[in-house]
């Protein structure tokens, strides 16, 4: 799509059809540029999967985070990767059946995070690639226990910034479709 500084008119052309195509290409750059609206507690699917994972949007919180247990690293071609299992809630037959995914990412980075009892612990951060709002993201996520916390992944401004406001009266208002080859 042209931008502003790509249309030109002419003096054959009438003005008002120069003025009207101005506004049609401002209109629809800025209708793809408006961050989709999402409650604070929404369903996201990891990919590969999909697999649904109830995520709390938290404008609070700078990187996401999810719930993985039996953290293992290891090395592969000269670099530091993660093996981890991220445990599932009970699957839609209603079974008492906890399954769980296996995933091995390459380590983006260690960080230093700090509860509120300033205890500092280590955490690697990985890159996951989930879907929410009908949109494939991919995003920086540290790996934690939170297994004591109500919901599995957590969502921070990293991966909610350019694409999600957040409306703190809604819930579950996401598609629960994605976009096959769309990533924002």
Same mark, same amino acid.
């Given at each position: 799509?042209?931008?502003?500084?790509? /249309? *030109?008119?002419?003096?054959? #052309?009438?003005?008002?059809?120069?003025?009207?195509?101005?506004?049609? =290409?401002?209109?629809?750059?800025?209708?793809?540029?408006?961050?989709?609206?999402?409650?604070?507690? #929404?369903?996201?699917?990891?990919?590969?999967?999909?697999?649904? /994972?109830?995520?709390?949007?938290?404008?609070?919180?700078?990187?996401?985070?999810?719930?993985?247990?039996?953290?293992?690293?290891?090395?592969?071609?000269?670099?530091?990767?993660?093996?981890? *299992?991220?445990?599932?809630?009970?699957?839609?037959?209603?079974?008492?059946?906890?399954?769980?995914?296996?995933? #091995?990412?390459?380590?983006?980075? #260690?960080?230093? /995070?700090?509860?509120?009892?300033?205890?500092?612990?280590?955490?690697? =951060? =990985?890159?996951?690639?989930?879907?929410?709002?009908?949109?494939? /993201?991919?995003?920086?996520?540290?790996?934690?226990?939170?297994?004591? @916390?109500?919901?599995?992944?957590?969502?921070?401004?990293?991966?909610?910034?350019? *694409?999600?406001?957040?409306?703190?009266?809604?819930? @579950?208002?996401?598609?629960?479709?994605?976009?096959?080859?769309? *990533?924002?």
């Amino acid at each position: 799509m042209p931008n502003r500084a790509e /249309i *030109r008119c002419s003096t054959k #052309e009438p003005a008002i059809l120069c003025v009207l195509l101005l506004l049609l =290409v401002t209109s629809a750059q800025a209708v793809a540029n408006t961050p989709l609206t999402l409650g604070w507690l #929404e369903w996201a699917w990891l990919q590969p999967g999909p697999v649904k /994972i109830k995520a709390k949007l938290d404008t609070g919180a700078k990187t996401s985070s999810i719930y993985a247990v039996d953290i293992e690293s290891f090395e592969r071609d000269g670099a530091l990767w993660v093996r981890f *299992r991220i445990p599932l809630a009970k699957r839609h037959n209603k079974s008492s059946d906890v399954g769980h995914m296996v995933l #091995e990412r390459l380590v983006e980075r #260690e960080t230093r /995070i700090k509860d509120h009892k300033d205890t500092s612990r280590r955490r690697y =951060v =990985v890159m996951l690639d989930m879907c929410i709002g009908g949109h494939n /993201i991919r995003t920086p996520v540290t790996l934690a226990d939170r297994g004591r @916390f109500n919901y599995p992944m957590l969502l921070g401004r990293l991966a909610l910034q350019g *694409r999600v406001v957040v409306d703190p009266a809604r819930i @579950f208002t996401a598609s629960r479709s994605c976009k096959s080859a769309t *990533r924002h």
